[in-house]
């Protein structure tokens, strides 16, 4: 099938990438230039476990920023562009509604198409953007009964981005009309049927989930989209607030957290306790959630207090770290991890930064590491009085603390002892609680 992907961000590009690599034809198209250009010479403009290798493969997959070169083309076109969240908390739509503008705009007028939304969006935007995109094309004397909608959200993460998308758990299609349906259904076949040929660099999870398909109408899959990754933030907000309890009580976290998780119904994952969650996705969408609750006079007091929990992890590092040192201005304190979690350069919307930012805020001198975000946090965060530093060792070096922000793999196999050694003092505040339980000569641990 041909397909075009509006939008080339973790979202569109993944999926993108994907679709090609199963046989199908793809264009993607941004407005970002910079982005088309990377695309072009085969370069991931975004880390991501096994892009680089994907986009080198033998396949039928261009980029532009001309969505007039290749829409005409388009048996199915996604649009996944990026939803921000606007300072009363909605989502901004602004590029949504210019990507159904260029649609509406462009398109012949008899062309049959499958428009599918996988951006974040509103409950009850998908109908917004099919009607105007239908009032769009019958002004223009086109026959609407070619147009087919469906609501498509993506479940990925980024870091495992790829690798949620050819082993997914489910496909939700959101949409009443059976062409669309159809289409989808078509289209995603192999990798709902995981009968596609394995992209060796693409690690397979383990235990590989059995890919189910659900249909809903278009505003269920919305919801789904909202709910899901809201639960999944509360689920991680509620370890948390169980894990400030245990600290009172003497109880161990991690323990705790394996004996919840092996209850099937509970499950292991996204309890684990420390500074909390951040990123693109769930910040977003609870406020969102909010929002659209509150538009609706509906009161959702457990989503805010996820929100509120998140947020007091932060405080309660803070209050520790002052516990110890007392006094901040002019302490220097390492943080090690920027990203917003480990095995993404993604360092927007990151705890990990935020309490850099409050530590300089409070007068320390703060030296910051990560594996992968430093080239993108010095661009980004160049005036917030970071001290960037190339490696670990060079973030420790006469530090008054050490605080461990993002659990990246490689932090846990350093040699604390050796580091400590160049610390002023040897204070190291795993505020990911990814050393728990382990010991090392003359250094003091302190867990979140
Ligand atoms: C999240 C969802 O997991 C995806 O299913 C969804 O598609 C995506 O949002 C989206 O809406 O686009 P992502 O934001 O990439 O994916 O990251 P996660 O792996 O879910 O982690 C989110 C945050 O939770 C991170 O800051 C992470 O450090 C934190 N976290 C995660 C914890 O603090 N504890 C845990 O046990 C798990």
Known sequence: ??????????????????????GHTVRGVDVDARKIDLLKQRKAPISEAGLDN????????????????????????????????????????AYVESAANDIGKLLQPSHDVTIVVKSTVPVGINSQIERQIRESIS????????????????????????MDTFYPDRFVIGTEDDRAFEMLHNLFM???????????????????????CLRTNQISAEMIKYASNVFLALKISYANEIAGLAEKLGANMADISAGMGMDRRIAPYFLQ?????????????????????????????????????????????????????????GRRIAVYGLS??????????????????????????????????????????????????????????????????????????????????TMRQPLVFDARNMLRGMRFDNVEIIGL
């Open 1 to 22: 099938m041909n397909v075009v992907t509006i939008g080339v961000g973790y979202v569109g590009l993944n999926t993108a990438v994907a679709l090609a690599y199963i």
């Open 54 to 93: 994907l986009l080198t493969q033998q396949m039928d997959l261009r980029f532009t920023t001309s969505l007039a070169e290749v829409i005409q083309e388009a048996d199915i076109i996604f649009i996944a562009v990026g939803t921000p969240s606007l300072p009363n908390g909605h989502a901004n739509l």
């Open 139 to 162: 002004a223009r004397g086109g026959n609407t009964s070619y147009l087919h909608f469906a609501s498509n959200p993506e479940f990925l993460r980024e870091g495992t981005a790829l």
């Open 190 to 212: 192999p990798i709902i049927d995981q009968t596609f040929e394995q992209p060796p660099f693409i690690d397979v999870p383990n235990p590989r989930p059995k890919t189910q």
């Open 273 to 329: 306790s420390g500074l909390g969650w951040g990123g693109s996705c769930f910040p977003k969408d609870s406020l969102a959630l909010l929002s659209i609750s509150r538009d609706y006079d509906y009161k959702m007091p457990i989503v805010q207090a996820a929100l509120d929990v998140n947020n007091a992890q932060k405080d309660r590092l803070v209050q520790k770290i002052l516990t110890r040192l007392h006094i901040l201005p």
């Open 340 to 421: 917003f979690k480990p095995n993404t350069d993604d360092v927007r919307n990151s705890p990990s930064v935020e309490i850099a930012q409050e530590l300089v805020r409070r007068g320390a001198v703060v030296t910051v590491h990560d594996p992968e975000g430093l080239a993108n946090a010095r661009v980004i965060y160049k005036d917030d009085g970071f001290i960037f530093c190339d490696t670990p060792d060079e973030a420790a070096k006469n530090a008054d603390a050490l605080v461990i922000a993002t659990n990246w793999a490689c932090y846990k196999t350093l040699d604390w002892s050796a580091i400590a050694k």
